[in-house]
């Protein structure tokens, strides 16, 4: 795996910023954990989350997009570098990420960096995604994954596994030198925690205390979410 990217580096320097989209049904510990990591790992300015309104790679959420657009709210007041849009959730359309970043780049401008978080799960399926390639264009990609388990090329699939190893970035510093293009990686605290978890404990009306703020847990229970039919 070659030490630096292979696109040229630009002396100008911004601080970036982290994306981190998703369904969040509903949000968790897990999540929280992943952004607040990712800006001390990542030297990032914040986290913008953006919650899906309509994701298309996966079935119909439970709850109503503006009741996870609430719990995103509520689990990221407190957290000054964490801002929430909710954009996705107005829009009529599916949430595809490459039209996000095409949106966010209108909104704030071609140079700042901006950098997508993503799991080693999802960053493995990335082919999969609607004009994957053009994401490269738009925004650096963050990639965490578990401690002891670095991200390895050989493990990705083939067109996947050549991008991988042309734009990564041994040193995150390098982020704030362009506006998007580059590939990190980061290890983070394995929390053993999943929204499906929490809805299968929910649906069976047991306990999901300590696997989610207590405000999203309160807003739950308020609304009886997750509840078995």
């Given at each position: 795996?070659?030490?630096?990217?292979?696109?040229s580096?630009?002396?100008?320097?911004f601080?970036?910023?982290?994306?981190f989209?998703?369904?969040?049904?509903p949000?968790?510990?897990?999540?929280?954990?992943?952004?607040e990591?990712?800006?001390?790992?990542?030297?990032?300015?914040?986290v913008?989350?953006?919650p899906?309104?309509?994701?298309?790679?996966?079935?119909?959420?439970?709850?109503?997009?503006a009741?996870?657009?609430?719990?995103?709210?509520?689990?990221?007041?407190?957290?000054?570098r964490?801002?929430?849009?909710?954009?996705e959730?107005?829009?009529?359309?599916?949430?595809?990420?490459?039209?996000?970043l095409?949106?966010?780049?209108?909104e704030?401008?071609?140079?700042?960096?901006l950098?997508?978080?993503?799991?080693?799960?999802?960053f493995?399926?990335?082919?999969?995604?609607?004009?994957?390639?053009?994401?490269?264009?738009?925004?650096?990609?963050a990639v965490?994954?578990r401690?002891?388990?670095?991200?390895?090329?050989?493990?990705?699939?083939h067109?996947?596994?050549?991008?991988?190893?042309?734009?990564?970035?041994?040193?995150a510093?390098?982020?704030?030198?362009?506006?998007?293009?580059?590939?990190v990686?980061?290890?983070?605290?394995?929390?053993?925690i999943?929204?499906?978890?929490?809805?299968?404990?929910?649906?069976?009306?047991?306990?999901?205390?300590?696997?989610?703020?207590?405000?999203?847990?309160?807003?739950?229970?308020?609304?009886?979410?997750?509840?078995?039919?």
């Amino acid at each position: 795996m070659s030490a630096t990217a292979t696109f040229s580096v630009s002396p100008k320097l911004f601080e970036p910023l982290g994306l981190f989209g998703g369904t969040f049904d509903p949000v968790h510990y897990g999540h929280l954990r992943l952004a607040e990591e990712a800006v001390a790992h990542l030297g990032l300015g914040g986290v913008r989350w953006i919650p899906a309104g309509q994701p298309p790679h996966r079935g119909k959420p439970q709850v109503t997009a503006a009741q996870r657009l609430e719990m995103v709210l509520r689990s990221t007041a407190k957290n000054a570098r964490f801002s929430v849009d909710a954009s996705e959730v107005e829009a009529a359309a599916p949430s595809y990420t490459v039209h996000t970043l095409e949106r966010l780049r209108c909104e704030l401008g071609g140079e700042k960096p901006l950098v997508l978080l993503v799991g080693a799960d999802a960053f493995a399926g990335l082919t999969t995604w609607h004009r994957w390639r053009d994401i490269f264009s738009l925004a650096h990609v963050a990639v965490s994954h578990r401690p002891g388990f670095p991200v390895e090329a050989g493990s990705l699939p083939h067109d996947l596994a050549t991008e991988y190893v042309d734009r990564w970035l041994a040193d995150a510093s390098g982020l704030k030198n362009l506006p998007s293009g580059g590939i990190v990686t980061f290890a983070m605290t394995q929390l053993a925690i999943s929204a499906t978890q929490i809805r299968k404990l929910l649906a069976n009306g047991l306990s999901a205390r300590y696997l989610l703020p207590d405000s999203v847990l309160d807003y739950i229970e308020l609304h009886q979410l997750y509840k078995s039919t």
